[in-house]
C-alpha cells in the first residue's frame, strides 16, 4: 500500500491541509476552512479536525495510508512536545480583552482525536524545510535559507551535514530551531539603526522595512510626491487604495515611481540576505510570500545589495532565487516535517 502523511497550513484566516506523498506530490485538492482563531481553542480545533477530514476525502486514500500528520503553525513553536508556546494571533476574547495562545496542546489534541501521530513547527520554518525538499532546493542543496515576505516577514534556516564540521551523520536537510524552537526569526535582523519601529520592540529590523504595510506607506509616501506618476493613476489618487499587487501593476509598466519602491524594498531585503549568507553560507537563499511575486525590478534589487554586502567568496556559490512553492508553502512544510517524523519513526 502507498503511504502518505498529511501536512497541514494554520493561519490567522485559514486553515488549509493535503495529502501528501514522499515525492511531495498533493493528492487531490487541498481543503480549506476558516481557522477561527480568535474564538478560542476548541474552536479552532474543531476547524483543523474538520480540513484533515476533508483532505483524507478528497484525496480518496484510505485512512489507514495516512502515516503522520505535519502541521505549520504560526507562532513560538516547542516541536518536542507539540505545544503551541505563545501565537499572538490565536486566542480569544473575553469581557473586552484579548487572550492569546499560551502553552496549547495543540499536537496532543490533534493526535487524541484522530489516532494518527502528529508533528509540528513553526510556519516560517516549515517553509524553508518544504521548499529545500519540494521546491529550489531539490533536496540536494547544501544549505538554503529562506525569507517569507508579507503581513511580516518570516524565515528559516535548512542545514545539511556538508555545512557543518564534525561527526553529523543526518541524511538531508535539517531545521535550525534553536534551543527553545524560536530560530530562525530573520525577519527581525536589524539593517537600519534608528529605523522605523518594528512590532517586536527594535528599530530597523527588516521586517519594519519591507513587509507589506512598509511598502504600502512607501508608496504612499511617493505618490504624494510625485502625483502624476502612473501609481498615482492605477490608484486613482486615493492612496489608501495601493497594495504591492498595483504596485508590481504600474512597474511592470514602467513606472519610474513603483520601479522606485521595489528597488528601495529590495535593498533593504539584500543587506539582510548578505549577513545570512555570510553567517550560514547557504547554496540557496530563497525569497517567498506573495511579495516575491514582485519579479525582476525586486529579485535585481536584492542581488545588487548581497553583491555590495556579502563576502565574496561566500556569495560565489549562493543563489537568490524565487521560491518555487509560494502558494502551498505550509502544507509542503508541514509534509515535509512529517515525512522527516515516519523515517524516524
Known amino acids: 500500500m502507498a503511504r502518505y502523511v498529511i501536512g497541514v497550513d494554520l493561519g490567522g484566516t ?3 491541509a493535503a495529502v501528501v506523498n514522499r515525492q511531495g506530490a498533493i493528492q487531490g485538492k487541498p481543503a480549506q476552512q476558516l481557522s477561527r482563531a480568535q474564538e478560542g481553542f476548541p474552536a479552532t480545533l474543531d476547524a483543523i479536525l474538520g480540513t484533515i477530514e476533508e483532505s483524507i476525502r478528497a484525496a480518496g486514500v484510505p485512512r489507514s495510508a495516512i502515516q503522520m500528520i505535519g502541521i505549520a503553525a504560526p507562532g513560538h513553536i516547542d516541536s518536542l512536545h507539540g505545544v503551541v508556546r505563545w501565537a499572538p494571533n490565536f486566542g480569544e ?3 473586552g480583552l484579548f487572550y492569546e495562545w499560551r502553552e496549547i496542546p495543540l499536537g496532543d489534541a490533534i493526535q487524541q482525536r484522530l489516532g494518527i501521530p502528529v508533528q509540528m513547527g513553526n510556519d516560517a520554518n516549515l517553509a524553508a524545510l518544504g521548499e529545500y525538499y519540494y521546491g529550489v532546493g531539490r533536496g540536494q542543496a547544501k544549505g538554503l535559507v529562506m525569507l517569507t515576505l508579507g503581513t511580516g516577514i518570516g524565515g528559516g534556516v535548512v542545514l545539511t551535514r556538508e555545512q557543518v564540521q564534525g561527526n553529523a551523520h543526518w541524511q538531508g536537510g535539517v531545521l535550525l530551531v534553536g534551543a527553545s524552537g524560536g530560530a530562525g526569526e530573520l525577519g527581525h535582523t536589524v539593517v537600519l539603526m534608528g529605523g522605523p519601529r518594528c512590532g517586536c520592540g527594535a528599530t ?7 513587509k507589506r504595510d512598509a511598502i504600502i506607506e512607501r508608496a504612499r509616501e511617493k505618490i504624494r510626491r510625485a502625483p502624476n506618476s502612473l501609481l498615482a493613476q492605477l ?13 508590481s501593476e504600474a512597474s511592470e ?3 519610474p515611481v513603483a520601479r522606485e519602491i521595489w528597488e528601495e524594498t529590495g535593498f533593504y531585503l539584500g543587506v539582510a540576505v548578505a549577513s545570512f549568507i555570510n553567517i550560514f553560507n547557504p547554496e540557496v537563499v530563497a525569497i517567498g510570500g506573495q511579495i516575491a511575486k514582485a519579479g ?3 529579485f535585481d534589487a536584492i542581488r545588487r545589495a548581497a553583491r555590495d554586502y556579502a563576502i565574496p567568496t561566500l556569495l560565489e556559490m549562493c543563489r537568490i532565487v524565487p521560491a518555487e512553492r509560494i502558494d502551498d508553502a505550509g502544507i509542503l512544510g508541514g509534509a515535509a516535517l512529517a515525512w522527516q517524523g515516519v523515517q524516524e519513526g
Open 235 to 247: 490608484c486613482g489618487g486615493d492612496p489608501a487604495r495601493i497594495t504591492p499587487k498595483l504596485v
Open 204 to 210: 530597523g529590523c527588516i521586517e519594519a522595512l519591507a
Open 93 to 95: 476574547w473575553r469581557e
Open 14 to 16: 485559514n486553515v488549509r
Open 253 to 255: 509598466q514602467g513606472d
Open 296 to 298: 525582476a525590478v525586486l
